[in-house]
């Protein structure tokens, strides 16, 4: 259905993904962010189709001259709790521009007809700090980018046994059968909302990572979790074990997650351990920081919109999940 018609390009959302719009999403895909392995057709369907709360909205700016996809942004629904009452949301995702019609404004174009067009309580970005030209998109459309996303990071680690007494190690096959305790989130006053149907999509399902994801279950339910997965940094020649997703309802019941993960670090000759830091929390940092976690170089930006005030930040529990989306 075009919905709008500027000229040269036409604006549409994309409702039904057939083979020949998937060929054209993934080439647009490797020409904007590099050929990736595993980014195919399957990817596609389990990021965009396969999502809990809805498929992602895919806008796109079409060339109408030779019908080819020129631009696209996602919106993928989520859900968030604020102040005690869940919320809408979306991410933002893949926002990508064919190198020969960048610079004409269509992405600005189809990033702001996409935010009109969709109607949630909040819309959440969190694009990597060094593309700076991204981030001047999305503020035009997001506004100001509420802070710095940084890593906690460790590097030498000091457990040498595994602390896998009264640790659960949570599949695709007994994650259904678990309560999560919700006294892991009533401590913050925002967080995305997380079941297990999300957590399942969201690691288990996920065709490219494969995950660990333990667990401490008391009284049949959940009380602390952490998610993490090995990653080589080619670039940097560095084994990385990062910590994806985290919540706990005591400290005690994390150390012995972290400290489980960490013995993994040591198995798997990791480098290094680290989590995203999100610095409007302070407790879970200083949690981390207790245990010999420190503040490493920045990684991406986080925006959120409609932006909110300063006193509301605090105990902000924003953990997305893994970094996969570009
Ligand atoms: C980021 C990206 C989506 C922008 O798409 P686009 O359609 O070219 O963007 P627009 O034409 O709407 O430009 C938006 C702003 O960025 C500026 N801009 C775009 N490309 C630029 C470049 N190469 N150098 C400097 N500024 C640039 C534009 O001038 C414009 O600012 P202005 O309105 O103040 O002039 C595109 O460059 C891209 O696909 N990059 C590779 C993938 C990527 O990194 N995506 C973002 C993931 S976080």
């Not at 610079?103 to 009109?116: D, H, K, N, P, T």
């Not at 994801?213 to 049949?220: E, L, R, W, Y």
Request: net charge neutral; proline share 2%; aromatic share 16%.
């Amino acid at each position: 259905m075009t919905e709008s018609n500027d000229g040269q390009f036409r604006i549409e959302k994309i409702w039904s993904y057939d083979n020949h719009f998937i060929d054209s999403y993934l080439r647009l895909f490797s020409d904007c962010f590099g050929v990736r392995q595993g980014y195919n057709s399957k990817w596609f369907h389990w990021f965009n189709s396969e999502a809990p709360f809805g498929k992602n909205k895919i806008y796109c700016a079409i060339d109408n001259d030779n019908g080819k996809l020129a631009s696209a942004y996602g919106l993928l629904p989520l859900q968030a709790v604020y102040c005690g009452a869940t919320k809408s949301c979306f991410l933002n995702t893949n926002s990508m521009t064919a190198p020969e019609y960048q610079r004409r404004g269509l992405s600005s174009q189809i990033s702001e007809y996409a935010v009109a067009n969709e109607m949630s309580d909040f819309i959440l970005a969190t694009p990597n700090s060094i593309n700076t030209i991204s981030i001047k998109n999305i503020k035009r459309v997001l506004g100001e980018p509420i802070e710095s996303l940084q890593f906690l990071q460790k590097t030498s680690f000091q457990y040498k046994i595994k602390a896998n007494r009264d640790i659960v190690n949570i599949t695709a096959d007994n994650i259904h059968n678990l309560q999560f305790n919700d006294e892991m989130w009533k401590k913050y006053n925002f967080h995305i909302r997380k079941d297990a149907q999300l957590f399942k999509w969201r690691y288990f399902n996920n065709p490219i990572f494969a995950y660990k994801f333990s667990a401490v279950v008391k009284d049949g339910a959940v009380v602390a979790y952490i998610v993490y997965k090995m990653f080589f940094d080619a670039e940097n020649n560095i084994r990385k074990v990062h910590l994806v997703d985290f919540a706990y309802m005591n400290d005690d019941s994390i150390f012995r997650l972290i400290q489980d993960a960490e013995c993994y670090a040591l198995e798997e000759k990791a480098n290094l351990v680290n989590v995203w830091c999100h610095g409007m929390c302070e407790n879970d940092k200083n949690m981390f920081e207790s245990i010999g976690y420190r503040i490493a170089d920045g990684g991406n930006v986080c925006f959120i919109h409609p932006s909110m005030n300063l006193l509301e930040r605090k105990n902000w529990h924003f953990v997305l999940g893994d970094n996969d989306v570009f």
